[in-house]
DNA sequence: TGTTTTCCTACAAGTTAAATAGGTTATTGT
DNA sequence: ACAATAACCTATTTAACTTGTAGGAAAACA
């Protein structure tokens, strides 16, 4: 309430808190990223409950929640009900790439909306300029993220392992 | 309003239109590369009505004299008043780089908020295993965007020359 | 003096991210 | 049997932002 009055007075004069959004990967993706090195750094095969997971990486269960079923239901872990349930990666990490996980849970990882389906396509595109230039970053963001595994990303954080 | 109930319907049975937007270019970036294409491709000097410029390039005025604002601002594009006034580029063609003109039209192009500025850092920055893979991913974007100029863009799309 | 064009400020609607909330179902230990 | 645990399901909320629209003032030229 007070913030919202605070927000508009700085609206007024133009001065926006400027987090900016663009071209940022989202919550929903970097916490589903944790959420996976989190389970490939568990034993092989153990149940790891999702509480534990949302303590080790202080992120709210209730969102946690959220973002696995999408996991679970694209078969990336397996789930257990119950007391001594939780979930477990259904492949060794070195089957995971970053760009697998993200593009679940973020949707597309393009950076304009024509190089998404086939169907985004606008009516400029013979046209358009530009439109290389996307697609030259679209292919080096794609370089990076099919690249990287999760084994990869466990042996690199080696030096900082906790627990 | 017909949109409106629509989508609150949809939104009852959690069907979104799901446009993703993560990791997406703004129009605003977007719109502020095609326009200084645009003036790219005009005789050096000549000054150029922005209102041509809208209509070639299919964009609304309005939202085009924002965003040129920016850019005006930053001493990218010379403005002149009046009748035949109007814009030109302040360089030549090869100065500009795609990256240059979406930073600051879009404000960062870091993939993640801790890879900005100093401030943004979080507390878990020492054990985070995924930073690794932000680094990696803006090294990719800033790779493409820094080596691209409007010159490259210009040639690049020769074929396509319009007028 | 009228027209053209930049320049300035305000505002609004739709959409989304980022959770919060509360409950139900399945499984296991006691 | 039953209590505890943990996954699973569905709905709701709120601040914030994108993507414009709108209206006019100031400057320059014909």
Not at 72 to 79: D, Q
Not at 99 to 128: F, H, W, Y
Not at 136 to 157: C, F, G, P, R
Request: glycine share 6%; hydrophobic share 40%.
């Amino acid at each position: 309430m007070t913030y919202t009055i605070v927000y508009d007075i700085l609206k007024t004069y133009n001065i926006y808190m400027n987090r900016v959004v663009n071209l940022k990967i989202s919550t929903k993706g970097r916490y589903a990223l944790r959420l996976m090195v989190d389970l490939a750094q568990r034993k092989p095969g153990e149940n790891v409950a999702l509480k534990e997971v949302a303590a080790r990486q202080e992120i709210s269960l209730k969102y946690l929640e959220q973002i696995i079923t999408v996991l679970t239901k694209a078969g990336y872990v397996l789930s257990t009900r119950g007391s001594n349930g939780g979930y477990r990666l259904a492949h060794e990490p070195d089957y995971y790439t970053v760009g697998m996980i993200l593009r679940l849970t973020e949707g597309s990882l393009a950076p304009v909306a024509c190089l998404e389906g086939d169907e985004n396509t606008c009516d400029r595109r013979e046209q358009c300029a530009t439109l290389f230039v996307w697609e030259k970053l679209q292919k080096a963001i794609d370089d990076v993220v099919d690249n990287i595994t999760l084994a990869d990303i466990i042996a690199n954080s080696a030096d900082n392992y906790v627990i």
